[in-house]
T-cell receptor, first 116, second 115 residues
Framework: AQKVTQAQTEISVVEKEDVTLDCVYETRDTTYYLFWYKQPPSGELVFLIRRNSFDEQNEISGRYSWNFQKSTSSFNFTITASQVVDSAVYFCALSERETSGSRLTFGEGTQLTVNP | NAGVTQTPKFRILKIGQSMTLQCAQDMNHNYMYWYRQDPGMGLKLIYYSVGAGITDKGEVPNGYNVSRSTTEDFPLRLELAAPSQTSVYFC??????????????FGPGTRLTVT
């Protein structure tokens, strides 16, 4: 069975600090896909990134970067020079290749608060 | 494109009442999903559909029913509402690809309170 663990329930930082959100996953499949979503205070879910298990290259998008390490089953998310607008709940999610309907298993989320 | 739309945005139900949460998408996605999000928690899958006429249970299906008569619409029915169904409900859709699961597009959510 697949499982996603986000051990950090809440993180609070001061603006301009770097912050890393941890995500650890469990799966028996050799082909799987990892996702990050952002849920700002307004409540909608915003897709951030999709990564498959064969692509271990780190990815950078502006102030956001993702570190995928199969050896430790982790897919961590770093925000550089955080801003107040980054305050949100961030969810990591997993989908196995053979899962019917491409269903996602979500972690419990990490509430990030960036203080001015 | 309107994307994924949900109605209503808010609803208060009395225990034992029934209602239907509406969901529609205009992206011609074949996959659709219903999730619930309890306060401070992640999303849990209620039901999903891989195409018109095909639905299946997710992690927490008890107390709910769905139907998928068209590609666009995926309503969620609550029968005999209970306080445990107080939650925010999200509908989502995605398209299938040979390369594997793609990102899901989410609706704005329906906040339901059962008292």
């Amino acid at each position: 069975a697949q499982k996603v663990t986000q051990a950090q329930t809440e993180i609070s930082v001061v603006e301009k600090e770097d912050v890393t959100l941890d995500c650890v996953y469990e799966t028996r499949d050799t082909t799987y896909y990892l996702f990050w979503y952002k849920q700002p205070p307004s409540g909608e879910l915003v897709f951030l990134i999709r990564r498959n298990s064969f692509d271990e290259q780190n990815e950078i998008s502006g102030r956001y970067s993702w570190n995928f390490q199969k050896s430790t089953s982790s897919f961590n998310f770093t925000i550089t020079a955080s801003q107040v607008v980054d305050s949100a709940v961030y969810f990591c999610a997993l989908s196995e290749r053979e899962t019917s309907g491409s269903r996602l298993t979500f972690g419990e989320g990490t509430q990030l608060t960036v203080n001015p | 494109n309107a994307g994924v739309t949900q109605t209503p945005k808010f609803r208060i139900l009395k225990i034992g009442q029934s209602m239907t949460l509406q969901c529609a998408q205009d992206m011609n996605h074949n996959y659709m999903y219903w999730y619930r999000q309890d306060p401070g928690m992640g999303l849990k899958l209620i039901y999903y559909s891989v195409g018109a006429g095909i639905t299946d249970k997710g992690e927490v299906p008890n107390g709910y029913n769905v139907s998928r008569s068209t590609t666009e619409d995926f309503p969620l029915r609550l029968e005999l509402a209970a306080p445990s169904q107080t939650s925010v409900y999200f509908c989502a859709s995605s398209y299938s690809e040979v390369r594997g699961p793609t990102e899901q597009y989410f609706g704005p959510g329906t906040r339901l309170t059962v008292t």
